[in-house]
Structure formats: structure tokens, C-alpha cells
């Protein structure tokens, strides 16, 4: 039997409907939004070689290429709103504000990592930053979401749940669940889509009867809306939008980011459904730090050593990170027994 193959995926959609555009960024914003993208950036990347070491062990999925997604995002919510995720979620956690050394070590499972060395890639958490974890089941995260956006709803608050999930697991059926609830009771919650085009390796042409995912929400009166995820400044106004649609009490709302990632699915898949040249394509005419990189640089809000040296500052960072996890104790076998629910 012929097995289909992946077509080229397309160039990223223009955002449909009603789609606010882009944000007009300061100097401030502009520096803010590229360092903390390259902090990403560089995490992963460092990431990716550990993992080849052997330092890092499991599954570890790379979030090289979507960061303008999480950090534009962040720039429209405040204290007290909350974040979840899918697994592919280092970038999120360093969005967060959580400290990369934390984050490094829970990687390379010890003692001082921030589920002390027992969840790895998959599995972290910080309600101290509002963080509530990435989630190894595929969709999974899509209704424990649904329930922060509850708990606001049940205490009364402006908070807002930003719960992130990609175009694969968006054909899951709990998904569908938690949009009903959400419409139902006007849940604060932005539903994001990272539709990055390839789900685990296969082409949303090919698994997904409505490739549109903004509009996964009509049946359950639920709005949403496509947005460049490779330009930062699209982000923040879809997320200004969003935000303030569910502070408004008018319920949830559906973000679908139209971002790619250069590695694989994770880092034991080769990535052979895509040819070098699209990737390449997308790296050279898309890439969401080179963009900031160059309008820094054109309006002249910084100089080439600037940039210099904020890149060389977050490298000091991972670095350091890197350094902290490999000399950081293995947990002790005792922790075997600690945090488990009976």
C-alpha cells in the first residue's frame, strides 16, 4: 500500500478575521522581548547539547523557533494570571521568570531542580510564578487549564488562564469537553494554539480535517483568531485582545499561533518529513529574534556590540546554568518515597 507523504507545508497564514495586527513596541519593549528570546533560544540550544552528552536523559523536546510566542504573550498578562503547557515546555518556564538554573537541573534529574530531579523535561512546576506545569499527556493540560480559568470564575478575580496546547493535540477530544465547559460558564480562559505545522511529523494537511484552527471554537460560540507567531509584536496585540475579552467576563478565547520549530518533535526524531530548504526558508525570512534583531539595529535603539553583549550576558546565564546542573547531586534514593499521593 502507497503511504502518503507530507507535502511541503505552506508559508505561515495571514492572520484571519479580525486580527489586531501588531503592537507599536518601544525602545524598552523592543530590548526586553529580544534578550528574553535569545535567553530561550540559547537555553534550548545548550539544552540540545547536553542531551547529546548524555547529561539529559528521557524525552526532551526543543522550543527553538516558537519564542515569540510565550514571551509576546506574557507581555499582556500580569501577577497572578496563570500558564500551562503541553511538554514542550523549557521556554515557558524561563518566560515565567523561573531561574534557568532550576530549570536546568530538573533536565539533568537532581536535587535542586524544581521537582527535585523526579519530573524532568516534562514534568515542572512553580506556582510561585505562576507556572502550572508542563504535562507529558498529550491535551492533557487543555482541561486542568479549563480548571484554573474556573478557579478565578469561583473566586471572583481578573485572572486569566493561558493555557497552551499544539495543532496535534488539538484533535483530542478533551479539548472539545473543555471549550463546552468554558463557553458554558464564561471561564476566563486564552485557548493557544502553537500550530507549528508538523505536530509529531505529520503535516496538519494530512491529519486535520479543519486546518484552521482559529476556528476549532464556532460550534461552542467561542471567537478566535489567527496570528503571526514569528513576529513577537502580533503576539502581544493578539494577547492585549484576548486578555481583555476574558477579564471582560465574556468568556474564553482562541489564539491559534502560526509559529514553526527548526528541530524535531524532540530529540530523537531526525526530522526527515521536511526537506533542509524549508527549514532554512523559515530560519532566514521568519525567525522571531532576527526580526527584533534587525529593527533594534535599523530604528537604532542599539548597536551591533550592544546586541554583542546581551547576547554574551545570556550566554554567562546558561552557562552558569549548565555548570550548576552538572555538579548538583543526584536526589537520594529516599526521595523515591516523597510526594507521592496515596
Not at 195 to 213: E, H, I, K
Request: net charge neutral; proline share 4%.
Amino acid at each position: 500500500m502507497a503511504v502518503a507523504k507530507n507535502k511541503p507545508a505552506s508559508e505561515p497564514a495571514a492572520p484571519s478575521r479580525d486580527a489586531p495586527g501588531i503592537a507599536e513596541f518601544s525602545k524598552e519593549q523592543e530590548l526586553t522581548s529580544y534578550r528574553e528570546m535569545l535567553l530561550i533560544r540559547r537555553f534550548e540550544e545548550k539544552a540540545g547539547q547536553m542531551y547529546g552528552m548524555g547529561l539529559i536523559g528521557g524525552f526532551c523536546h526543543l522550543y527553538i523557533g516558537q519564542e515569540a510566542v510565550v514571551i509576546g504573550m506574557q507581555m499582556a498578562i500580569k501577577t497572578g494570571d496563570q500558564v500551562i503547557t503541553g511538554y514542550r515546555d523549557h521556554g515557558h518556564m524561563l518566560a515565567c521568570g523561573m531561574d534557568p538554573k532550576g530549570v536546568m537541573a530538573e533536565l539533568t534529574g537532581r536535587t535542586h531542580g524544581y521537582s527535585k530531579g523526579k519530573g524532568g523535561s516534562m514534568h515542572m512546576f512553580s506556582v510561585e510564578k505562576g507556572f502550572f506545569g508542563g504535562h507529558g499527556i498529550v491535551a492533557g493540560q487543555v482541561s486542568l487549564g479549563t480548571g484554573l480559568g474556573f478557579i478565578n470564575h469561583y473566586r471572583g478575580n481578573d485572572n486569566v488562564s493561558l493555557t497552551y496546547f499544539g495543532d496535534g493535540a488539538a484533535n483530542q477530544g478533551q479539548v472539545y469537553e473543555s471549550f463546552n465547559m468554558a463557553q458554558l460558564w464564561k471561564l476566563p480562559v486564552v485557548y493557544i494554539i502553537e500550530n507549528n505545522r508538523y505536530a509529531m511529523g505529520t503535516a496538519v494537511n494530512r491529519s486535520s480535517a479543519q486546518t484552521d484552527f482559529s476556528k476549532r471554537g464556532l460550534s461552542f460560540n467561542i471567537p478566535g483568531i489567527q496570528v503571526d507567531g514569528m513576529d513577537v509584536r502580533a503576539v502581544k496585540a493578539a494577547g492585549d485582545l484576548a486578555v481583555e475579552w476574558c477579564r471582560a467576563g465574556k468568556g474564553p478565547y482562541i489564539l491559534e499561533m502560526m509559529t514553526y520549530r527548526y528541530r524535531g518533535h524532540s530529540m530523537s526524531d531526525p526530522a526527515k518529513y521536511r526537506t533542509r530548504e524549508e527549514v532554512e526558508k523559515v530560519r532566514t525570512e521568519h525567525d522571531p529574534i532576527e526580526q527584533v534583531r534587525a529593527r533594534l539595529l535599523q530604528k537604532k535603539f542599539a548597536s551591533e556590540e550592544d546586541l554583542k553583549k546581551v547576547d554574551a550576558e545570556v550566554r554567562a546565564i546558561v552557562n552558569e546554568a549548565a555548570e550548576f546542573a552538572s555538579h548538583d547531586p543526584e536526589p537520594d534514593p529516599s526521595e523515591l518515597w516523597t510526594d507521592v499521593l496515596r
